[in-house]
């Protein structure tokens, strides 16, 4: 474990370093802070030419590439860190000069057990891109197939181990400072970063992500997931299709091209909302830099995506409340938005459902009917983080990710159709899927799929029961039955008849269960 003394000492060269840019100033105005961190905050700017207008991408820059990737995490948090740092954060572009070949191919000869050119005809030693984390070259296999090759810098691991020991550190300190602190749950922020490069740091990992997500984009086919090369992936490597296209960050070039842009667009907010509510797994990472426009016949394009580093996932029941939310939101039902709130327990149950309601109207009905174009996202989400704050709603890092990455496709879909509007096009999608998955057919196969986990745990609630059982055959009244399914709790106290008479009763309830859920 790492000594506080070493924490206390990262933290203070880091906060020089972070005051020279004036990056602190937002600390010492706040009234939220308490007066021993804005004392800090003072201190690390005096006697340095700090500007007036804080340089946040600037400093994190200075301090190194774990501070660049904290700075892309904490871009996802305005509620967390202000709007104005958040839109400075946003154009961290975690570009470095890439490492001599020659540094790199030790990692490559290491992973692949013998020299690499065993596996590839070769290897461009110039790097087409490179990070914080990793550069990549092209590569030709030795099969003949153009592809891109991923490597880690040397030594990355140990860096952003310790970093991230001391952001851990510092983490747990403020959020026990309570208030405001532990609404915002920093060590929530710290923890889904360190997911993120966990994920980064294990190449593997970042394949596995490539492949789940080329398989839940089957339905997509406009929308191109390169394929993993398992036999050249190791942990400091990967291998993957080579896109051949023109990145969206390239203007000049995109325009030059005879492009259905309509369709583009739409394409894009279209894959993104199956990645999001129909498959609960969703790049989280779609700026421009990492999208290609890739011509087709007859100009058909299409959008290919690199870079799996980063990735969001949604459970069923996050999914379902994200789609109702949505779709309440695009027909204007309000109430029925801010019911769903209070029942996912996003809202403390003592606030008004009413009041909520009518907070979200105050959002939502400005922008109803607009084009993106002329909606600021910075202003809905200030209303936002506003209604958040005022009715006490615990942050949810999933759904933040999962808002950071849908400003960035509306950003994308609005390059591709400046006359694009998001709601229009994810209309009929959320209604199709809301259809499909909470309608009679869809409650009826739930219904039956937790009748038959009741009944695989059968045999093993009887051997309990049997065990806890006195002799004379009948079950002491209270006695609590175990859980039965993931969905409820269910606590029965009365006597139970022991033996495998119950089992006709307990298939005849999951019967009725089902058929009730499909008719009703």
């Keep these: 474990m790492t000594a506080a003394i070493v924490h206390v000492g990262r933290l203070l060269r880091w906060g020089r370093t972070l005051g020279a840019h004036g990056a602190l100033r937002g600390i010492e105005a706040s009234p939220a802070a308490p007066p021993g961190l804005r004392r800090l905050a003072w201190l690390a700017r005096l006697g340095t030419f700090a500007p007036k207008v804080p340089d946040y991408a600037g400093a994190l820059e200075k301090l190194g590439p774990a501070a660049v990737k904290l700075g892309q995490a904490l871009a996802t948090r305005p509620d967390f860190i202000g709007m104005a740092a958040a839109a400075d954060l946003a154009r961290l572009q975690d570009a470095l000069p890439p490492v001599p070949f020659a540094r790199i191919e030790p990692a490559l000869d290491a992973t692949f057990g013998a020299p690499w050119q065993s596996l590839f005809a070769s290897i461009d030693p110039q790097a087409v891109g490179a990070a914080s984390i990793a550069q990549v070259h092209?590569?030709?296999?030795?099969?003949?197939?153009?592809?891109?090759?991923?490597?880690?810098?040397?030594?990355?691991?140990?860096?952003?181990?310790?970093?991230?020991?001391?952001?851990?550190?510092?983490?747990?300190?403020?959020?026990?400072?309570?208030?405001?602190?532990?609404?915002?749950?920093?060590?929530?922020?710290?923890?889904?970063?360190?997911?993120?490069?966990?994920?980064?740091?294990?190449?593997?990992?970042?394949?596995?992500?490539?492949?789940?997500?080329?398989?839940?984009?089957?339905?997509?086919?406009?929308?191109?997931?390169?394929?993993?090369?398992?036999?050249?992936?190791?942990?400091?490597?990967?291998?993957?299709?080579?896109?051949?296209?023109?990145?969206?960050?390239?203007?000049?070039?995109?325009?030059?091209?005879?492009?259905?842009?309509?369709?583009?667009?739409?394409?894009?907010?279209?894959?993104?909302?199956?990645?999001?509510?129909?498959?609960?797994?969703?790049?989280?990472?779609?700026?421009?830099?990492?999208?290609?426009?890739?011509?087709?016949?007859?100009?058909?394009?299409?959008?290919?995506?690199?870079?799996?580093?980063?990735?969001?996932?949604?459970?069923?029941?996050?999914?379902?409340?994200?789609?109702e939310i949505l779709y309440g939101l695009l027909v204007g039902n309000y109430r029925r938005v801010a019911e769903i709130h209070f029942e996912a327990g996003y809202v403390p149950a003592h606030h008004d459902i009413g009041e909520f309601a009518t907070a979200l109207r105050a959002v939502g009905e400005p922008i109803r009917g607009l084009a993106a174009r002329d909606i600021s996202i910075a202003n809905l989400l200030d209303g936002l983080f506003a209604i958040t704050r005022s009715f006490d709603m615990a942050v949810q890092p999933h759904l933040l990710l999962l808002q950071k990455t849908m400003v960035m496709v509306e950003g994308v879909a609005l390059t591709l159709d400046p006359d694009v509007n998001m709601w229009e096009v994810a209309e009929p999608f959320v209604k199709e899927w809301i259809a499909g998955e909470l309608g009679p057919l869809s409650r009826g196969a739930d219904a039956l799929v937790l009748g038959a986990r009741a009944l695989s745990a059968l045999p093993r609630v009887f051997r309990q029961l049997i065990a806890k059982v006195p002799v004379e055959g009948a079950a002491p009244p209270g006695l609590p039955l175990p859980e039965l399914t993931e969905e409820k709790e269910v606590k029965v106290r009365a006597r139970v008849p022991v033996g495998w008479t119950a089992l006709p009763l307990v298939g005849l309830g999951a019967a009725l269960g089902w058929a009730a859920a499909v008719w009703l």
């Design 138 to 323: 092209r590569g030709v296999t030795s099969d003949g197939r153009t592809v891109a090759v991923k490597v880690l810098r040397p030594d990355i691991e140990g860096d952003f181990a310790r970093a991230i020991d001391t952001y851990e550190w510092a983490a747990a300190r403020l959020e026990r400072q309570g208030g405001e602190f532990a609404r915002l749950r920093p060590r929530a922020v710290i923890a889904l970063f360190k997911a993120w490069t966990l994920a980064e740091l294990d190449l593997r990992r970042e394949a596995a992500s490539a492949s789940e997500l080329k398989a839940a984009l089957v339905a997509e086919p406009d929308f191109v997931v390169p394929a993993v090369d398992w036999a050249r992936t190791g942990r400091r490597v990967l291998t993957i299709d080579w896109i051949d296209g023109v990145k969206l960050s390239d203007r000049a070039a995109i325009d030059a091209l005879p492009l259905d842009r309509r369709a583009l667009a739409a394409t894009m907010v279209r894959s993104f909302l199956r990645q999001a509510i129909a498959e609960g797994f969703f790049h989280a990472d779609l700026h421009q830099g990492n999208l290609f426009v890739v011509p087709g016949e007859g100009g058909r394009a299409k959008i290919g995506v690199i870079d799996f580093g980063i990735m969001g996932r949604l459970d069923r029941r996050a999914r379902v409340y994200l789609a």
